[in-house]
């Protein structure tokens, strides 16, 4: 298809509500100060020009670097283990209520995003093994919240339908021993049952924005889980093939749906402009428009249009920031900046540590 322009809503129409990113990354492979420093001023441009309020940041010690430089601008979500024997393998947890609550002391607000992406059965280690029983049994007890990415798009296990770029990025389960998306669904409702009050919020819509009945069906049973809107476009193409009865969805659920874009995915300030834009527009505008053209290659170019749901203000307010301070807080938590920095000199993370060090004056 050939470019399309951009229709909608210029950021300055938006509506004049706080609005919070549940879901953004910082920067990967930031290996120097000086990229520390700027990654961190691209960030803040990202809230100033994007008009958002502030940013949950997955970036481990460097989301604690962005509290304190610009303080009440970031939550910062901690780490624990990925869901891979190798990963287990370097670092395994033993005592999951001293490693959660040194994260919490630290200064992290909540934990993730936890990744339980698809991966052989072989070198993975599910999510509702015995290993994260006490991860789990923590988060529910003290109250923690939880931003978990399980499974993908149905169409990376199918050869035929996968996107180029997916299939460009290892994303495709239909060759190999990978588990099905209904078995990594499967070992999500068994951690939502056995812990129903856990904060917890599900990437991506929970890859079920194919199936408003499936949606709609799930919400009804956990009543703790909530969905973030974090891109891929899939979820907003899926959504705008029904979308009177998806906006009467969001209506009803308003308590349970948060803003968030996976910023950080993106590479450049335009890119991740056009993901807070792409998103603020649907939620916004009745219009039909298209991915632009300066968005990044991992938001696919339909043919067809998304269709705005044109959101009352009130369902707005909560699912940009209403929602998420309910489960984060209110506002962020202090960081200990002297054990952030020992912490990061234990990691051998020195220029993050430098970093914090030239901020305690």
């Not at 309020?53 to 901690?78: D, S």
């Not at 789990?136 to 149905?154: F, I, Q, R, T």
């Not at 009352?312 to 489960?327: C, D, E, Q, S, T």
Request: net charge negative; glycine share 8%; hydrophobic share 35%.
């Amino acid at each position: 298809m050939g470019l399309r322009r951009r229709y909608g809503l210029e950021f300055s129409e938006f509506a004049d509500l706080p609005v919070i990113d549940c879901h953004a990354h910082f920067k990967r492979g930031v290996k120097s100060l000086e990229e520390l420093v700027s990654e961190g001023e691209t960030l803040i441009e990202v809230i100033r020009r994007g008009r958002l309020r502030q940013i949950y940041i997955t970036g481990e010690y460097a989301g604690l670097y962005l509290k304190v430089k610009y303080p009440g601008l970031f939550y910062a979500g901690g780490r624990v283990p990925a869901p891979y024997v190798d990963g287990i393998g370097r670092n395994p947890v033993k005592d999951w209520d001293r490693y959660m609550d040194e994260l919490i002391e630290v200064g992290f607000d909540g934990i993730g995003e936890l990744v339980s992406k698809p991966a052989e059965r072989s070198r993975r280690i599910p999510l509702n093994s015995q290993y994260y029983e006490g991860f789990w049994d923590k988060c529910e007890s003290a109250g923690y919240a939880v931003l978990c990415h399980v499974a993908d798009p149905e169409e990376f296990w199918d050869e035929r339908l996968i996107p180029e770029w997916a299939r460009e990025k290892g994303w495709g389960y239909y060759h190999g021993d990978f588990p099905s998306k209904e078995e990594l669904y499967a070992e999500m409702h068994q951690i939502l049952d056995e812990h129903p009050r856990l904060k917890i919020v599900l990437c991506h819509f929970y890859f079920i924005s194919a199936d408003l009945e499936k949606a709609e069906g799930f919400l009804n049973q956990y009543k703790n889980a909530n969905l973030d809107l974090a891109l891929g476009v899939e979820l907003m193409y899926n959504i705008s093939r029904r979308r009177d009865d998806w906006r009467s969805f969001f209506i009803k659920h308003q308590d349970r749906i948060l803003f968030g874009t996976d910023i950080g995915v993106s590479q450049t300030l335009q890119e991740h402009l056009d993901r807070v834009w792409l998103l603020r527009n649907f939620l916004e505008s009745d219009e039909e428009f298209y991915t632009p053209e300066t968005a990044d290659p991992l938001l696919t170019r339909y043919r067809e249009p998304y269709v705005g749901l044109n959101l009352p203000r009130h369902v707005l307010w909560k699912i940009y920031a209403g929602n998420f301070m309910r489960l984060w807080g209110e506002k962020p938590r202090d960081v200990d900046l002297e054990m952030a920095i020992a912490k990061c000199e234990e990691r051998g993370e020195r220029f993050i540590a430098e970093a914090l060090r030239g901020l305690t004056g």
